[in-house]
Protein backbone atom coordinates (compact mmCIF):
# COMPACT_ATOMS: atom_id res chain seq x y z
CA UNK A 1 0.00 0.00 0.00
CA UNK A 2 1.40 3.54 -0.53
CA UNK A 3 1.83 6.34 1.79
CA UNK A 4 -1.13 7.52 3.14
CA UNK A 5 -2.59 10.77 1.81
CA UNK A 6 -2.84 14.11 3.13
CA UNK A 7 -6.73 15.00 3.76
CA UNK A 8 -6.09 18.67 2.11
CA UNK A 9 -4.89 17.84 -1.11
CA UNK A 10 -7.58 15.64 -3.15
CA UNK A 11 -9.98 16.75 -5.44
CA UNK A 12 -12.85 15.35 -7.85
CA UNK A 13 -14.26 16.63 -11.29
CA UNK A 14 -16.85 14.10 -12.48
CA UNK A 15 -19.95 13.41 -10.61
CA UNK A 16 -22.19 11.42 -12.90
CA UNK A 17 -23.69 7.60 -12.75
CA UNK A 18 -19.59 6.45 -11.37
CA UNK A 19 -17.73 9.35 -10.25
CA UNK A 20 -20.38 10.13 -7.65
CA UNK A 21 -20.08 6.99 -6.36
CA UNK A 22 -16.61 7.29 -6.39
CA UNK A 23 -16.31 10.33 -4.37
CA UNK A 24 -18.77 9.25 -1.39
CA UNK A 25 -16.08 6.06 -0.96
CA UNK A 26 -13.40 8.62 -0.88
CA UNK A 27 -15.08 10.66 2.00
CA UNK A 28 -16.34 7.06 3.46
CA UNK A 29 -12.60 6.18 3.88
CA UNK A 30 -11.93 9.67 5.87
CA UNK A 31 -10.50 11.61 2.79
CA UNK A 32 -11.06 15.08 2.91
CA UNK A 33 -12.38 16.05 -1.02
CA UNK A 34 -12.85 18.98 -2.23
CA UNK A 35 -15.06 18.75 -6.11
CA UNK A 36 -16.62 21.13 -8.80
CA UNK A 37 -20.51 19.99 -9.98
CA UNK A 38 -22.63 21.82 -12.00
CA UNK A 39 -25.72 19.93 -10.98
CA UNK A 40 -27.18 21.75 -7.96
CA UNK A 41 -28.71 17.94 -6.84
CA UNK A 42 -25.66 16.34 -7.22
CA UNK A 43 -23.27 18.94 -5.30
CA UNK A 44 -26.21 19.10 -2.15
CA UNK A 45 -26.25 15.77 -1.78
CA UNK A 46 -22.00 15.34 -1.83
CA UNK A 47 -21.85 18.23 -0.02
CA UNK A 48 -24.32 16.43 3.07
CA UNK A 49 -21.83 13.48 2.65
CA UNK A 50 -18.88 15.42 3.64
CA UNK A 51 -17.40 16.83 0.50
CA UNK A 52 -16.21 20.69 -0.31
CA UNK A 53 -18.07 22.33 -2.88
CA UNK A 54 -15.39 24.24 -5.01
CA UNK A 55 -16.45 27.43 -7.25
CA UNK A 56 -14.57 26.65 -10.35
CA UNK A 57 -12.04 24.35 -11.45
CA UNK A 58 -9.38 26.71 -11.24
CA UNK A 59 -10.35 27.23 -7.20
CA UNK A 60 -9.69 23.40 -7.21
CA UNK A 61 -6.49 23.15 -9.28
CA UNK A 62 -4.98 25.84 -7.51
CA UNK A 63 -5.46 24.02 -3.90
CA UNK A 64 -5.20 20.49 -4.48
CA UNK A 65 -2.43 18.26 -5.92
CA UNK A 66 -4.15 15.47 -6.27
CA UNK A 67 -7.54 15.53 -8.56
CA UNK A 68 -9.91 12.66 -9.66
CA UNK A 69 -11.31 13.01 -12.98
CA UNK A 70 -14.41 11.18 -14.24
CA UNK A 71 -15.67 12.43 -17.60
CA UNK A 72 -17.29 11.16 -20.45
CA UNK A 73 -14.81 11.55 -23.56
CA UNK A 74 -11.82 13.28 -24.78
CA UNK A 75 -13.69 16.39 -25.54
CA UNK A 76 -14.23 16.89 -22.07
CA UNK A 77 -11.04 15.79 -20.20
CA UNK A 78 -9.30 18.42 -22.76
CA UNK A 79 -11.69 21.02 -21.94
CA UNK A 80 -11.27 20.55 -18.18
CA UNK A 81 -7.51 19.98 -18.71
CA UNK A 82 -6.62 22.88 -21.34
CA UNK A 83 -10.45 24.50 -21.73
CA UNK A 84 -10.87 28.32 -20.11
CA UNK A 85 -10.38 28.04 -16.37
CA UNK A 86 -8.69 25.03 -16.95
CA UNK A 87 -6.68 22.28 -14.53
CA UNK A 88 -3.37 23.04 -16.46
CA UNK A 89 -2.99 26.78 -16.17
CA UNK A 90 -3.83 26.54 -11.87
CA UNK A 91 -1.85 23.40 -11.09
CA UNK A 92 0.91 23.28 -8.41
CA UNK A 93 4.14 21.49 -8.95
CA UNK A 94 4.16 18.51 -8.05
CA UNK A 95 0.35 17.32 -9.15
CA UNK A 96 -1.34 14.01 -10.41
CA UNK A 97 -3.89 13.63 -12.12
CA UNK A 98 -6.04 10.60 -11.62
CA UNK A 99 -8.03 9.97 -14.92
CA UNK A 100 -10.96 7.50 -14.39
CA UNK A 101 -12.89 8.63 -17.65
CA UNK A 102 -12.70 6.01 -20.52
CA UNK A 103 -10.73 7.97 -23.61
CA UNK A 104 -8.30 7.55 -26.10
CA UNK A 105 -4.41 6.41 -25.12
CA UNK A 106 -3.33 9.36 -27.70
CA UNK A 107 -5.46 11.93 -25.17
CA UNK A 108 -3.12 10.55 -21.99
CA UNK A 109 -0.12 10.35 -23.64
CA UNK A 110 -0.13 13.64 -24.81
CA UNK A 111 -1.55 15.24 -21.15
CA UNK A 112 1.48 13.33 -19.22
CA UNK A 113 3.46 15.05 -21.77
CA UNK A 114 2.24 18.51 -21.50
CA UNK A 115 2.33 17.99 -17.43
CA UNK A 116 5.68 17.11 -17.59
CA UNK A 117 6.36 20.87 -18.00
CA UNK A 118 4.85 21.58 -14.40
CA UNK A 119 6.50 18.82 -12.81
CA UNK A 120 3.68 17.03 -12.20
CA UNK A 121 2.06 13.37 -14.01
CA UNK A 122 -1.17 11.68 -15.08
CA UNK A 123 -2.24 8.25 -14.15
CA UNK A 124 -4.85 6.66 -16.90
CA UNK A 125 -7.21 4.93 -14.65
CA UNK A 126 -10.44 3.70 -16.47
CA UNK A 127 -12.39 1.29 -14.85
CA UNK A 128 -14.89 -1.71 -15.26
CA UNK A 129 -17.67 -2.91 -13.17
CA UNK A 130 -20.06 -0.44 -14.00
CA UNK A 131 -22.64 1.36 -11.46
CA UNK A 132 -22.98 -1.20 -9.19
CA UNK A 133 -19.24 -1.38 -8.75
CA UNK A 134 -18.46 2.12 -7.99
CA UNK A 135 -21.09 1.98 -5.56
CA UNK A 136 -19.52 -1.29 -3.38
CA UNK A 137 -16.02 0.25 -4.28
CA UNK A 138 -15.41 -3.51 -5.85
CA UNK A 139 -14.27 -2.14 -9.11
CA UNK A 140 -11.18 -3.17 -12.07
CA UNK A 141 -9.04 -0.58 -12.35
CA UNK A 142 -6.61 -0.27 -15.07
CA UNK A 143 -3.49 2.03 -14.39
CA UNK A 144 -1.07 3.46 -16.86
CA UNK A 145 1.63 5.94 -15.97
CA UNK A 146 4.80 6.74 -14.08
CA UNK A 147 5.18 3.76 -12.03
CA UNK A 148 6.54 5.33 -8.69
CA UNK A 149 3.48 7.45 -8.83
CA UNK A 150 0.82 4.19 -9.03
CA UNK A 151 2.50 3.09 -6.11
CA UNK A 152 2.17 6.67 -4.28
CA UNK A 153 -1.71 6.43 -5.55
CA UNK A 154 -2.64 3.02 -4.89
CA UNK A 155 -3.99 3.05 -1.13
CA UNK A 156 -6.08 5.67 -2.59
CA UNK A 157 -7.61 3.53 -5.82
CA UNK A 158 -8.10 0.91 -3.12
CA UNK A 159 -11.06 2.97 -1.93
CA UNK A 160 -12.27 2.48 -4.93
CA UNK A 161 -11.53 -0.89 -6.50
CA UNK A 162 -10.67 -4.19 -5.40
CA UNK A 163 -8.75 -5.44 -8.51
CA UNK A 164 -6.11 -2.68 -9.29
CA UNK A 165 -3.25 -3.83 -12.10
CA UNK A 166 -0.62 -1.52 -13.22
CA UNK A 167 -0.81 -2.36 -16.77
CA UNK A 168 2.29 0.10 -17.70
CA UNK A 169 3.45 3.60 -19.35
CA UNK A 170 0.90 6.36 -20.36
CA UNK A 171 -1.79 5.05 -22.66
CA UNK A 172 -1.79 1.56 -21.27
CA UNK A 173 -4.45 1.45 -19.28
CA UNK A 174 -6.68 3.03 -21.76
CA UNK A 175 -5.52 -0.14 -24.21
CA UNK A 176 -6.60 -2.23 -21.18
CA UNK A 177 -9.96 -0.87 -21.25
CA UNK A 178 -10.78 -0.71 -24.62
CA UNK A 179 -9.96 -4.76 -25.21
CA UNK A 180 -12.34 -4.69 -21.99
CA UNK A 181 -15.08 -3.14 -24.22
CA UNK A 182 -14.70 -5.10 -27.16
CA UNK A 183 -14.37 -8.31 -24.71
CA UNK A 184 -17.79 -7.19 -22.96
CA UNK A 185 -19.80 -5.90 -26.19
CA UNK A 186 -19.26 -9.18 -28.01
CA UNK A 187 -20.10 -10.86 -24.94
CA UNK A 188 -23.59 -9.38 -24.82
CA UNK A 189 -23.75 -9.88 -28.61
CA UNK A 190 -23.17 -13.71 -27.57
CA UNK A 191 -25.51 -13.83 -24.43
CA UNK A 192 -28.48 -11.80 -26.72
CA UNK A 193 -28.15 -14.74 -29.26
CA UNK A 194 -28.05 -17.30 -26.89
CA UNK A 195 -31.50 -16.31 -25.02
CA UNK A 196 -33.07 -15.47 -28.22
CA UNK A 197 -32.52 -19.50 -29.30
CA UNK A 198 -33.85 -20.13 -25.95
CA UNK A 199 -37.05 -18.83 -26.61
CA UNK A 200 -37.52 -19.24 -30.05
CA UNK A 201 -37.01 -23.27 -29.11
CA UNK A 202 -39.69 -22.34 -26.28
CA UNK A 203 -36.96 -23.39 -23.94
CA UNK A 204 -37.15 -20.88 -20.27
CA UNK A 205 -34.08 -18.64 -20.76
CA UNK A 206 -34.03 -17.77 -16.89
CA UNK A 207 -32.96 -21.90 -16.67
CA UNK A 208 -30.66 -21.81 -19.71
CA UNK A 209 -29.72 -19.27 -17.52
CA UNK A 210 -28.68 -21.42 -14.63
CA UNK A 211 -27.50 -24.05 -16.25
CA UNK A 212 -24.93 -21.89 -18.12
CA UNK A 213 -23.73 -20.42 -15.00
CA UNK A 214 -22.41 -23.53 -13.75
CA UNK A 215 -20.10 -24.83 -16.53
CA UNK A 216 -16.81 -22.85 -18.61
CA UNK A 217 -20.03 -20.04 -20.33
CA UNK A 218 -20.44 -18.67 -16.79
CA UNK A 219 -19.54 -14.62 -17.27
CA UNK A 220 -20.71 -11.60 -15.37
CA UNK A 221 -22.08 -10.45 -18.47
CA UNK A 222 -24.32 -13.83 -18.59
CA UNK A 223 -25.11 -12.94 -14.84
CA UNK A 224 -26.03 -9.79 -15.08
CA UNK A 225 -26.87 -8.55 -18.51
CA UNK A 226 -28.40 -12.16 -19.07
CA UNK A 227 -31.02 -11.09 -16.11
CA UNK A 228 -31.25 -7.75 -17.74
CA UNK A 229 -32.08 -9.26 -21.37
CA UNK A 230 -34.62 -11.78 -19.68
CA UNK A 231 -36.53 -9.26 -17.16
CA UNK A 232 -36.12 -6.40 -20.14
CA UNK A 233 -35.13 -4.04 -17.73
CA UNK A 234 -32.87 -1.30 -19.40
CA UNK A 235 -31.82 0.87 -16.75
CA UNK A 236 -28.26 2.01 -17.41
CA UNK A 237 -25.44 0.54 -15.36
CA UNK A 238 -23.67 1.93 -18.42
CA UNK A 239 -25.35 3.66 -20.65
CA UNK A 240 -25.08 2.44 -24.94
CA UNK A 241 -24.12 5.39 -25.92
CA UNK A 242 -21.00 5.71 -23.92
CA UNK A 243 -20.33 2.06 -24.33
CA UNK A 244 -20.51 2.98 -28.56
CA UNK A 245 -17.80 5.96 -27.59
CA UNK A 246 -15.82 3.40 -26.11
CA UNK A 247 -16.20 0.74 -28.97
CA UNK A 248 -15.34 4.13 -31.19
CA UNK A 249 -11.84 4.21 -29.73
CA UNK A 250 -11.08 0.68 -29.61
CA UNK A 251 -11.91 0.01 -33.41
CA UNK A 252 -9.91 3.00 -34.03
CA UNK A 253 -6.94 1.29 -32.10
CA UNK A 254 -7.03 -1.57 -34.45
CA UNK A 255 -7.54 0.70 -37.18
CA UNK A 256 -4.04 2.41 -36.33
CA UNK A 257 -2.24 -0.67 -35.68
CA UNK A 258 -3.61 -2.46 -38.54
CA UNK A 259 -5.58 -4.95 -36.96
CA UNK A 260 -9.13 -6.19 -38.60
CA UNK A 261 -11.11 -7.37 -35.68
CA UNK A 262 -14.55 -8.69 -37.32
CA UNK A 263 -16.40 -9.23 -33.77
CA UNK A 264 -15.43 -6.29 -32.88
CA UNK A 265 -16.23 -4.29 -36.13
CA UNK A 266 -19.69 -6.14 -36.16
CA UNK A 267 -20.24 -4.87 -31.65
CA UNK A 268 -19.70 -1.61 -32.53
CA UNK A 269 -22.38 -1.92 -35.55
CA UNK A 270 -24.97 -3.21 -33.18
CA UNK A 271 -23.91 -0.60 -30.60
CA UNK A 272 -24.60 2.52 -33.32
CA UNK A 273 -27.60 0.82 -34.57
CA UNK A 274 -29.02 1.00 -30.70
CA UNK A 275 -27.99 4.72 -30.66
CA UNK A 276 -29.72 5.43 -33.84
CA UNK A 277 -32.62 4.07 -32.55
CA UNK A 278 -32.40 6.45 -29.88
CA UNK A 279 -31.97 4.21 -27.38
CA UNK A 280 -28.42 5.77 -26.32
CA UNK A 281 -29.40 6.51 -22.34
CA UNK A 282 -30.18 2.80 -21.69
CA UNK A 283 -28.04 0.19 -20.43
CA UNK A 284 -26.11 -1.65 -23.37
CA UNK A 285 -27.54 -4.64 -22.24
CA UNK A 286 -30.32 -2.76 -24.95
CA UNK A 287 -28.46 -4.25 -27.62
CA UNK A 288 -30.32 -7.89 -27.25
CA UNK A 289 -33.29 -6.07 -28.72
CA UNK A 290 -31.31 -5.53 -32.12
CA UNK A 291 -29.70 -8.63 -31.53
CA UNK A 292 -33.36 -10.00 -31.36
CA UNK A 293 -34.73 -8.30 -34.79
CA UNK A 294 -31.28 -9.43 -36.65
CA UNK A 295 -32.53 -13.11 -36.14
CA UNK A 296 -35.37 -12.45 -37.97
Do not use: W
Not at 64 to 82: G, P, Q, R, S
Not at 131 to 152: P, Q, T
Not at 157 to 173: A, E, H, R
Not at 239 to 255: E, F, V
Amino acid sequence: MGKKISHDEIGFIGLGIMGKPMIINLLKSGYKVKFFARRKSVAKNVRSKGGIQCSSISSLASTCKIIFLNLTDDKAINEVVFGQNNIFDNIQQKSTLIDMSTISPGTSIKIAKKLKRKNSYILDCPVSGGEIGAINAKLSIMVGGDERIYKKMRSLLSCLGDNITYVGKSGSGQIAKACNQILVAQTIVAVSEILALAKETRTDPVLVQKALMGGFAYSKILDIHGTRIIKGHFNPGFKSKLHLKDMNIATGLCREYGLTLNGAKYARRILKKVVNADHGNQDSSIMSKIIKNLTK
